[in-house]
């Protein structure tokens, strides 16, 4: 019989929350074979699926860096793959690199969609080539290293520090000399970040004295501040912030799903006689002006030729010890990937959330 291939399309576009079974729907069809393919095309199987703060921002009809996913488009992800059949130099059957397979099984795509194979450092495994060694391990070294850009004895606070991309971006800024403050979701993530990753100081931000700890943890007030969360952390490392701090804006996503949003945001205000004015606010947003902040956004492609280079020092700092990583990996195939992002969001991972939608060690079927 021939071989199906599961994938999973956006339904509708959610508002809030994203609904399993609803804001998805899973279809399984026919596979493609190597018969299918054109010159300068990869047939690929999905390993593990990369799951990604961003791709809620994705279901959403708006502006952005990429274009939204489309009703009845299959859902965008990043995947490691197997390469089945290949009528491209880039990588020949048997293979295994990195495509932007989306929530699929089983695919066929161009080239231009398919990073070229790199070789792992001698205690590498699979899943690095979508973690300290992927485009997780590579905004994080970006960020700090072009944006950041921490000095020896420098106080940095990293929000979501338990994460894919924050835990990374704090085990660099140890290696650059930095004092280090994590937040984190949980006492176990705190513990370890402290015990394990090195970081100085590791706050949970569900404790009910989060605002006193954080106050404390940076006496010295806050030099770079990598903002994963956005919200209500924002705002406070504002009011902490030093004299050109530097803030380097990865990602919210603690407001992604939020209906109502926190933090520095655009306000609306109507003044007697019915003048309305409109402008950002927050507790501490000018702060930005009185401490001459530097808050700057980037987005990883920004990087794309400089990816060598950065790849060759993360693998030498994984090699030597200096960068660990934790992974939550989602068994049971491509059919739990709704559910595993809903998880991404209530932060049940700690380090890089990917889902096992094939074993390495399965073989593979035409």
């Given at each position: 019989?021939?071989?199906?291939?599961?994938?999973?399309?956006?339904?509708?576009?959610?508002?809030?929350?994203?609904?399993?079974?609803?804001?998805?729907?899973?279809?399984?069809?026919?596979?493609?074979?190597?018969?299918?393919?054109?010159?300068?095309?990869?047939?690929?199987?999905?390993?593990?699926?990369?799951?990604?703060?961003?791709?809620?921002?994705?279901?959403?009809?708006?502006?952005?860096?990429?274009?939204?996913?489309?009703?009845?488009?299959?859902?965008?992800?990043?995947?490691?793959?197997?390469?089945?059949?290949?009528?491209?130099?880039?990588?020949?059957?048997?293979?295994?690199?990195?495509?932007?397979?989306?929530?699929?099984?089983?695919?066929?795509?161009?080239?231009?969609?398919?990073?070229?194979?790199?070789?792992?450092?001698?205690?590498?495994?699979?899943?690095?080539?979508?973690?300290?060694?992927?485009?997780?391990?590579?905004?994080?070294?970006?960020?700090?290293?072009?944006?950041?850009?921490?000095?020896?004895?420098?106080?940095?606070?990293?929000?979501?520090?338990?994460?894919a991309t924050g835990s990374v971006a704090a085990q660099i800024a140890k290696?650059?000399?930095?004092?280090?403050?994590?937040?984190?979701?949980?006492?176990?993530?705190?513990?370890?970040?402290?015990?394990?990753?090195?970081?100085?100081?590791?706050?949970?931000?569900?404790?009910?004295?989060?605002?006193?700890?954080?106050?404390?943890?940076?006496?010295?007030?806050?030099?770079?501040?990598?903002?994963?969360?956005g919200g209500e952390q924002l705002d406070m490392a504002l009011g902490r912030?030093?004299?050109?701090?530097?803030?380097?804006?990865?990602?919210?996503?603690?407001?992604?799903?939020?209906?109502?949003?926190?933090?520095?945001?655009?306000?609306?205000?109507?003044?007697?006689?019915?003048?309305?004015?409109?402008?950002?606010?927050?507790?501490?947003?000018?702060?930005?002006?009185?401490?001459?902040?530097?808050?700057?956004?980037?987005?990883?492609?920004?990087?794309?030729?400089?990816?060598?280079?950065?790849?060759?020092?993360?693998?030498q700092w994984l090699s030597e010890g200096k960068i660990k990583r934790r992974?939550?990996?989602?068994?049971?195939?491509?059919?739990?990937?709704?559910?595993?992002?809903?998880?991404?969001?209530?932060?049940?991972?700690?380090?890089?959330?990917?889902?096992?939608?094939?074993?390495?060690?399965?073989?593979?079927?035409?």
């Open positions: 019989m021939a071989r199906q291939s599961l994938q999973i399309e956006l339904a509708e576009r959610p508002v809030g929350d994203i609904v399993p079974g609803k804001t998805f729907r899973q279809r399984t069809l026919p596979a493609p074979t190597p018969s299918d393919l054109q010159d300068g095309q990869l047939l690929l199987e999905g390993l593990y699926l990369s799951l990604d703060p961003a791709m809620r921002a994705w279901l959403d009809d708006r502006r952005s860096y990429v274009p939204p996913v489309q009703i009845g488009e299959v859902m965008r992800g990043n995947t490691i793959c197997r390469v089945l059949a290949s009528k491209s130099s880039k990588a020949k059957a048997g293979d295994t690199v990195v495509a932007m397979l989306g929530w699929r099984e089983v695919g066929v795509l161009p080239e231009s969609m398919v990073e070229p194979p790199f070789p792992l450092p001698q205690n590498g495994r699979i899943t690095d080539l979508m973690g300290v060694l992927g485009l997780t391990g590579l905004t994080a070294y970006f960020g700090l290293v072009k944006i950041g850009e921490p000095k020896p004895g420098e106080t940095v606070v990293v929000s979501g520090a338990a994460g290696i650059m000399g930095a004092r280090v403050v994590g937040t984190a979701g949980s006492d176990e993530k705190c513990k370890w970040l402290r015990e394990e990753l090195g970081l100085d100081v590791a706050l949970n931000y569900k404790d009910p004295e989060f605002r006193q700890k954080f106050k404390e943890a940076t006496p010295k007030y806050i030099d770079v501040y990598w903002d994963n969360v912030a030093n004299k050109f701090a530097r803030f380097v804006m990865c990602g919210g996503i603690s407001q992604y799903n939020a209906e109502t949003k926190q933090g520095p945001k655009v306000c609306t205000t109507i003044k007697e006689g019915g003048r309305v004015l409109t402008g950002m606010c927050g507790q501490n947003f000018f702060s930005v002006i009185s401490q001459r902040i530097k808050m700057q956004g980037f987005i990883v492609f920004d990087y794309a030729d400089e990816y060598p280079a950065a790849r060759k020092q993360l693998a992974e939550t990996v989602v068994k049971g195939g491509l059919k739990n990937a709704e559910e595993a992002l809903v998880q991404l969001y209530k932060g049940s991972n700690i380090g890089k959330m990917l889902v096992e939608v094939k074993s390495p060690e399965e073989a593979s079927k035409l």
